[in-house]
């Protein structure tokens, strides 16, 4: 990946002579602005009353005892639903737009200089990551970490394993796996209104159990996304049996 | 006088100023590459700032993806093969 960006080193983007005023005048706009926010936080004084007491106090409601996974998931758990829903139709239209690089371009190349000291690496790596990120998943509900700080951990676990000659995932076993969030978390939404009478309204006593299920497929699915971004941008095609690459040593 | 410099309000100022001019030199740079590491720089002087904050979960999220998922994709997109503009595929033909 990193021998390209030597060959794009003549394509650079350069300015074309912004004028000084253009400069100034920007300039001192944006620094205005800033001075103005910096002195409005400064002179405010905290009249609303803190919605941190609140939290706290259904804390037990919640089923979890972190606040921040219990307003994630609990409170406000439809804004991370449509979070979800919002990443799924991104990668929908990263899949349908963004084309894979050439497949008989990818064929030629003899294959990624995979550095030894890298693959080495990775084999200790790449399990301490996994289990790293799966004590986030469950920690989420106690300390600080949860379902998207997990799932961005496996994401880059998957993206180095890319990157040291592992191409093993294809495509058509990722679709599963891209639509799991989504559609649990709708599952889950609907099914606990048929017992508490309104969506998303977890009953007291599983909340917890519900939390962690739809945590665990979440993490899944937004891991699978964000190596999907990743893989459609730098991986060539395996769909097509035109060239046979193998997973490396 | 005196002045009592606290420690943590010179880690403050220096994070404020740190992640100022690493998004200036970002956004001035003519070098695509540069731009780019730059941000990524500033996504970890983000981290820290966030955790100066006590948000945790923010910081490992942002430590995570800022750096992490966001900088590959930025230095994977500016490594792909330049998409030629309408005018620049005219002169070829024409050429």
Redesign the interface.
């Given at each position: 990946?990193?021998r390209?960006?030597h060959s794009?080193?003549k394509?650079?983007?350069?300015?074309d002579g912004h004028s000084t005023i253009r400069t100034w005048v920007s300039g001192s706009i944006a620094v205005t602005l800033y001075m103005t926010l910096i002195a409005g936080l400064i002179s405010s004084q905290t009249a609303s009353p803190s919605l941190k007491h609140l939290v706290y106090e259904s804390l037990s409601l919640s089923g979890v005892e972190n606040p921040?996974t219990a307003v994630l998931l609990n409170f406000r758990s439809y804004d991370t639903l449509l979070e979800i829903a919002a990443l799924f139709s991104v990668v929908l239209a990263v899949k349908a737009c963004l084309p894979k690089?050439d497949t008989a371009a990818a064929c030629s190349q003899t294959g990624i200089s995979t550095s030894p000291v890298l693959a080495h690496v990775l084999r200790a790596l790449v399990p301490l990551i996994i289990i790293v990120s799966g004590y986030?998943l469950w920690t989420g509900a106690y300390n600080?970490?949860?379902a998207?700080?997990a799932a961005?951990?496996i994401?880059?676990a998957a993206?180095l394993l890319s990157l040291s000659g592992y191409h093993f995932l294809n495509n058509n076993q990722f679709r599963p796996l891209l639509v799991a969030g989504t559609a649990v978390f709708l599952l889950a939404a609907v099914i606990v209104s048929f017992f508490t009478g309104l969506i998303l309204q977890y009953p007291v006593s599983l909340a917890a159990p519900i939390i962690l299920g739809i945590e665990i497929v979440a993490t899944v699915s937004i891991a699978a996304t964000?190596f999907v971004?990743?893989s459609q941008?730098?991986e060539p095609d395996h769909s097509s049996s035109q060239c046979h690459r193998e997973a490396g040593p | 006088m005196t002045f009592t410099i606290e420690v943590e309000l010179l880690l403050d100022i220096v994070l404020c100023i740190g992640i100022f001019s690493l998004a200036f030199l970002s956004l001035s740079t003519s070098n695509i590459f540069k731009a780019v590491l730059f941000f990524i720089c500033m996504g970890l002087l983000v981290t820290i700032a966030w955790a100066r904050l006590k948000a945790w979960d923010v910081a490992i999220a942002e430590a995570a993806i800022g750096a992490g998922i966001t900088g590959v994709l930025l230095l994977v997109t500016i490594a792909r093969p330049r998409i030629k503009t309408l005018s620049e595929e005219a002169s070829n033909h024409v050429s």
């Open positions: 990946m990193f390209n960006l794009n080193e394509q650079l983007i350069q300015c921040v690089q986030l600080p970490g949860g998207f700080q961005a951990l994401a880059g993206v964000l971004f990743y941008l730098n | -």
